[in-house]
């Protein structure tokens, strides 16, 4: 009987503790804001902007490396994510931002495929290897 009772209470523990699969959210159109980059998560400074891209229809980017607006063009198939050339802003950045701004760059030209689960969009490099975190929010 105490199996029993020991039992029934881990089950109806495990289906409270459970969370409903998030669905994916799609690559297009949706607010992408950096949550880590080179394995470091990021931090906005006061009055700064925060890391984001947006990916819209006919394969045009735009967003911010968290000191300089950016805008170009990107390709993409079912696993592959390309960023084209980008144009951006030249503003001078202090540090810490400076370093921030220039491995966000770094990180969309190394990006080769890209991954979501969720709200997360993850960026690889031709390797493999995570480069960047980002976290879908509501277009801004």
């Not at 190394?110 to 031709?126: E, F, H, S, V």
Request: with cysteine; proline share 5%.
């Amino acid at each position: 009987m105490k199996f029993l009772f020991t039992l029934a209470l881990f089950l109806s523990l495990s289906a409270c503790s459970s969370t409903p699969s998030m669905p994916d959210e799609p690559l297009l159109d949706r607010y992408w804001r950096a949550i880590e980059i080179e394995g470091k998560p990021v931090t906005v400074l006061n009055n700064r902007a925060e890391p984001h891209l947006v990916l819209a229809a006919e394969n045009r980017t735009h967003g911010s490396d968290g000191c300089n607006r950016f805008n170009g063009s990107y390709e993409t198939t079912a696993q592959t994510l390309r960023f084209g050339r980008l144009a951006s802003t030249m503003m001078a950045c202090i540090p810490p931002v400076d370093l921030m701004s220039r491995e966000f760059n770094a990180v969309l030209i190394a990006t080769n495929a890209c991954r979501i689960q969720g709200k997360q969009l993850t960026l690889l490099d031709g390797e493999g290897r995570v480069r960047m975190r980002l976290e879908a929010t509501a277009l801004k």
